[in-house]
């Protein structure tokens, strides 16, 4: 796999910021091989233009197959843009037998998907489903991806420019691949068992009041209304059904966690109720985001991705083996990346302008990346929130 080719812009006009970008994608060297495949993440300033900017992309690089969508804020090696008119463009040049577009209008069907970039539309009912169905048709189950996200109407490309429902591109198992999730949160309690629960309401935690359990971690009590409403904002519930894979490296939550909000709490029976549903042998640890937890769980996915490119090995790598002597530099050994976080994390969460690129450009090197901030994120066949999502290309 050749290294793909990036390039974006910020401007009023879609236009320009099409002719500005498209000006380092065809700077001569950036691309050895005529590209295939196409990835657009434009600003929600762009949103009404969106069959016109496809149409253009079409137009200046015939043959390409796009997929995309529109993002609140969008990101690029090293660069943030959010609340500005901007276009973030990344070329591959992959044989198209190792790849399928899909749509509603274009099913996949008929190919041999091992993973799957996904965009949705937020306001798609039964959303979970559906990505649960799209999963179940991958041989490895895993989606990446997320849901558009625009205050001026949502739009998502995928040789078509659509709304409702979800589109992406599918991959063979031949297109080498590694996706971690970082969540940023940081466990304040234990991790411990639902031992009761009804709908959305934890009613016991290790046979004990759900309440009791969070006051305790929380050192606070019901006595204490001023000092416990505070903390009962900030904190959320960590809920996994697998106790071994719950917290990952550092202390920091694994993939197979999903951070929701806590909802509500009940005095008189003692519950605390959360944002989903939960189940009789689930886990929960009550946990809290700040910019020092999200830093840290960033750096570690990234030091994973390397670590793992360097080995050549991992337990949860969708690479493929290769021969040879000593590996080259992590760097080099990515020909691209996408990157997909929340919309309420970006600079503004990490404390300064473009940080979270910056901390991943800094972790992996300047390599080719594309994406935008999300209204919620896609891993495996999970939605998530307040997450990113890193997936990187594997160069041969």
Known sequence: MQPFACGHAAHPD????????????????????????????????YAAHAEALLEALRQRWPGVAWVGCVGVGLLASGVEYFDEPALVLMLAALPREQFRVFSGAQPLAG????????????ATPELGELLNELSGRTDSGYLFGGLAA???????????????GLSGVAFAKSVPLLSRVTQGCQPIGP???????????????DGEPALDCLLRDLDTSLAEPRKLLPKLRATL???SEEHETMLARGGQFGSDTQVRHLVGVDPQRGLV???????????????????????RDLVRICSEIRDELEAQVGDHAMVAPSAGDLPPAAS???????????????????????????IIRHALGDVPLAGFFAGGEIARHHLYG???????????
């Open 273 to 295: 109720a959360v944002a989903d549903s939960v189940r009789m042998g689930m886990r929960l640890a009550f946990c809290g985001r700040d910019a020092q937890a999200a830093r």
């Open 237 to 239: 519930a960590g809920l």
């Open 332 to 358: 080099q050994r990515i020909a691209g990346a996408l990157y997909i976080s929340c919309a309420g994390r970006g600079g503004p969460h990490f404390g300064a302008p473009s940080a979270e690129a910056q």
């Open 191 to 205: 991790v411990r068992r639902i031992s009761a629960a009804q709908d959305n309401a934890v009613l016991e935690l």
């Open 14 to 45: 879609w236009r320009m910021a099409l002719t500005m970008a498209a000006a380092q994608l065809d700077t001569p060297g950036t691309a050895r091989q005529a590209p295939t495949l196409g990835f657009a993440y434009f600003s929600d300033h």
């Open 386 to 396: 307040y997450t990113g999502v890193l997936t990187v290309f594997v160069t041969e």
């Open 150 to 164: 625009s205050r001026n109407g949502v739009r998502h490309l995928a040789d078509g420019a659509w709304q409702g």
């Open 111 to 122: 190919f041999d998907a091992f993973s799957a970039l996904v965009h949705a539309d937020p």
